[in-house]
C-alpha cells in the first residue's frame, strides 16, 4: 500500500456516501434482488457461477434477523425461479449469531430445508474471530442434518489449520479465502508470506483427503500454487472450484475459465452497501485512491 492510499483508507468515512457509491457498483450488484438475478444471468451466460449474498451483518435485535432471514429465503426462491446456476452466501450475524445461538440455529435451519428442497447449496460465510467458534459450532450442528451446506476457513488465522483438520473429518465442504477482518497478532499471521504459506499448506489438506475446495483469492502466487496441487493431486474440476469476488480482476478470472478450470462470482446486493465496500477498499486500497482522485480531478 503506498503513501497516498494509505492516507485514503483512513479518510474513507469523509468521503460522501454518493462518491463511494459510484466507485462500489463495480463490486456491488445492486439494492435489489432482481439486481443480483441479472447479474447472476449475464455471468451464467459466460459459464461462470454465482454465490448470492445478501449485504447486512452483526444484527442485534431479533425482528432484524427474522427479516433477513426472509430475504434470504426470497434468494432461494429466486434462484429457482430463474433456474440460475448460483448457491447463496450467509452470514450467521444477519440472522442472530450475536443474540442467541438457538435462534440463529433455527433460522438457519429454516434456510437449509428450503434450499435443499430447491437442491441450493448454501455458503455459511466466516466473520471475525469474535464469530468463529459459534460459526463452527451452528455448522456442525446443521452439517448433521443437512448435506447442502458448507463453511469458510481464513488463512491468516493461525487456528484455521486444525479448524481445517476437524472438519475434514465431518465430510465439509470448503471455501478458503485469506481473510480481511482486522485481528491482533496472536491469533492471526500479518506478514503477506505467512499467509500465503498457511493458505497453499490448508488447501493442500483440504484437497488430500478428498474434501470439495472452493479457491477464494486473486492471487496470482496463490492461483498458481493452487493449480500446482491440483495438478499434483489430478484432481478434476468437478472437484474445485475457484472463486472471486464481482468486478475483481475480471480478465484474470477470465484466463482461469480458458485454462479450464470453473468459477463462482461472489454476488452481493442490498441496502447495506456502504459497509461492505468500505471493507472492500481497505482491502484493495488502490480503488480508495481512486476515489479521491476522481474527487480532485473532477471525475475527470
Known amino acids: 500500500m503506498n503513501i497516498f492510499n494509505k492516507i485514503v483508507v483512513g479518510t474513507l468515512p469523509l468521503v460522501p456516501k454518493p462518491v463511494v457509491r459510484k466507485f462500489a457498483n463495480r463490486y456491488i450488484a445492486g ?15 459466460k459459464d461462470i457461477m454465482g ?30 425461479k430463474h433456474r440460475l446456476n448460483a448457491n447463496q452466501s450467509i452470514k450467521l450475524t444477519s440472522l442472530g449469531l450475536k ?30 474471530s469474535s464469530c468463529t467458534d459459534d460459526t463452527i459450532k451452528i455448522f456442525e450442528e446443521s452439517h448433521k442434518h443437512f448435506n447442502n451446506c458448507g463453511i469458510v476457513l481464513q488463512s491468516y ?36 508470506q505467512e499467509i500465503r504459506d498457511s493458505f497453499l499448506k490448508i ?9 470439495y475446495a472452493g479457491i477464494a483469492t486473486h492471487d496470482d502466487y496463490l492461483i498458481n500454487g493452487s493449480c ?7 484432481k478434476t474440476p468437478e472437484q474445485y472450484e475457484f472463486q472471486m469476488l464481482l468486478g475483481v480482476r475480471e480478465n484474470l478470472r477470465d484466463k482461469i475459465i480458458k485454462n479450464g478450470h470453473r468459477m463462482r462470482v461472489y454476488i452481493p446486493f442490498g441496502t447495506h452497501w456502504y459497509q461492505y465496500s468500505i471493507r472492500r477498499f481497505k482491502e484493495n486500497p488502490q480503488m480508495a485512491g481512486y476515489i479521491i482522485k476522481s474527487i480532485i480531478t473532477g471525475g475527470k
Open 203 to 211: 488447501l493442500r489438506l483440504i484437497m488430500e483427503s478428498g474434501s
Open 99 to 128: 443474540i442467541d445461538l438457538d435462534f440463529c440455529l433455527r433460522n438457519l435451519t429454516e434456510i437449509l430445508k428450503t434450499a435443499r428442497s430447491f437442491n441450493i447449496f448454501v455458503r455459511v460465510d466466516m466473520e471475525d
Open 31 to 45: 439494492d435489489r434482488l432482481e439486481h443480483a438475478v441479472e447479474t447472476a444471468k449475464r455471468l451464467n451466460d
Open 157 to 192: 488465522l493461525r487456528r484455521s489449520c486444525d479448524d481445517a483438520v476437524n472438519l475434514i473429518k465431518l465430510g465439509a465442504n470448503f471455501r478458503l479465502c485469506k481473510g480481511i477482518y482486522i485481528e491482533p497478532e496472536e491469533i492471526a499471521f500479518k506478514e503477506k
Open 228 to 234: 500446482k496441487i491440483i495438478s499434483e493431486l489430478k
Open 51 to 80: 454465490t448470492i449474498d445478501v449485504l447486512g451483518e452483526d444484527v442485534l435485535n431479533r425482528e432484524d434477523a427474522s427479516r433477513a432471514k426472509r430475504d434470504c429465503l426470497s434468494v432461494l426462491e429466486a434462484i429457482d
